[in-house]
């Protein structure tokens, strides 16, 4: 089976890896552009940083950073766009410029009409499992089984997405690696994820550049330190049956795919 790369664009000025490096429209289409060419089958396009302690984004302000970046990448290339926001007017907005896929952090539930819109729109979902808000959510987050807890919250998520409307065929889900969780909690999320796996959705793991590195190892500092760390976890994100892994080192990322591919034909 395939796993497919999507590449990360940040349109924000406070993301934790990227931020402020896209931040005009012609710098993030050109990056979007470069990610195509070294591989990525998917794009990220996101307005509103959700990164631990972020602070949140007006509607308006997100939809004037996203838009014409998506009609920009839109007018380059024909492959799926997703936009990663947790409001439906974002989406909306996305959607009419050109994106295909809405990559939604509370799983469809920031707003009351977030099912609803999502239907109409007739895009593919990603449900993501996030404790909490940005703000808050690595302010001690605990769990008694935090695979079965956020395996069970997914379900939820995806029954209450249907429920509304939106085809079950368009569903993603994403255990949310970081979001509301320790290090630990992590590990277990990555090694257990064939247990969202059979919830029968395709799964999307996403740990680039992600904290979580510098736990296992200290001398990751910064962001940009983690690339070691960003394969091993995308492999083994892969290896449990993720059908698509979101990343900001696209190039690496793919390479290290096909090697692991190879392997596995070779067997």
């Given at each position: 089976?395939?796993v497919k790369?999507?590449?990360?664009?940040?349109?924000?000025p406070?993301?934790?890896?990227?931020g402020?490096?896209?931040?005009?429209t012609?710098a993030a289409?050109?990056?979007?552009?470069?990610?195509?060419e070294?591989?990525?089958e998917?794009?990220?396009?996101?307005?509103?940083?959700?990164?631990?302690?972020?602070?949140?984004?007006?509607?308006?302000?997100?939809?004037?950073?996203?838009?014409?970046?998506?009609?920009?990448v839109?007018?380059?290339?024909?492959g799926?766009?997703?936009?990663d926001?947790?409001?439906?007017?974002?989406?909306?907005?996305?959607?009419?410029?050109?994106?295909t896929?809405?990559?939604?952090?509370?799983?469809?539930s920031h707003a009351?009409?977030?099912?609803?819109?999502?239907?109409?729109?007739?895009c593919?979902v990603?449900?993501?499992?996030?404790?909490?808000e940005p703000?808050?959510?690595?302010?001690d987050?605990?769990?008694?089984?935090?695979?079965?807890?956020?395996?069970a919250?997914?379900l939820?998520?995806?029954?209450?997405?249907?429920?509304?409307g939106?085809?079950?065929?368009?569903?993603w889900?994403?255990?949310?690696?970081?979001f509301?969780?320790t290090p630990?909690?992590?590990?277990?999320l990555t090694?257990?994820?064939?247990?969202?796996?059979?919830?029968?959705?395709?799964?999307l793991?996403?740990?680039?550049?992600?904290?979580?590195?510098?736990a296992?190892?200290?001398?990751?500092?910064?962001?940009?330190?983690?690339?070691?760390?960003?394969?091993a976890?995308?492999?083994?994100?892969a290896?449990r049956?993720a059908?698509?892994?979101?990343?900001?080192?696209v190039?690496?990322?793919?390479?290290?795919?096909?090697?692991?591919?190879?392997?596995?034909?070779?067997?």
């Open positions: 089976m395939t790369v999507m590449g990360i664009v940040n349109v924000t406070d993301s934790f890896s990227d402020g490096r896209w931040a005009s012609e289409a050109d990056q979007a552009m470069r990610l195509v070294q591989g990525a998917v794009l990220d396009v996101g307005g509103e940083s959700t990164r631990p302690g972020a602070e949140p984004v007006s509607e308006a302000q997100e939809i004037d950073r996203v838009v014409p970046v998506i009609e920009a839109r007018a380059r290339w024909g799926p766009i997703s936009v926001t947790m409001k439906p007017a974002v989406a909306r907005a996305a959607v009419a410029a050109g994106a896929m809405w990559n939604d952090v509370t799983a469809l009351p009409d977030s099912a609803a819109v999502a239907a109409e729109l007739g593919e990603v449900l993501m499992h996030m404790r909490g703000r808050t959510m690595q302010a987050p605990q769990y008694e089984d935090v695979v079965a807890e956020v395996r919250y997914l939820g998520r995806a029954e209450a997405a249907t429920a509304g939106v085809a079950r065929e368009r569903i889900l994403d255990p949310g690696i970081g509301g969780k630990a909690h992590n590990m277990a090694a257990r994820l064939g247990e969202l796996v059979g919830l029968g959705f395709p799964v793991y996403a740990a680039s550049r992600k904290r979580t590195i510098q296992v190892d200290a001398t990751a500092v910064e962001a940009t330190d983690r690339l070691g760390g960003s394969l976890l995308a492999l083994e994100g290896r049956g059908r698509m892994v979101r990343v900001h080192d190039r690496e990322t793919v390479q290290a795919l096909k090697l692991q591919a190879a392997v596995a034909a070779a067997e």
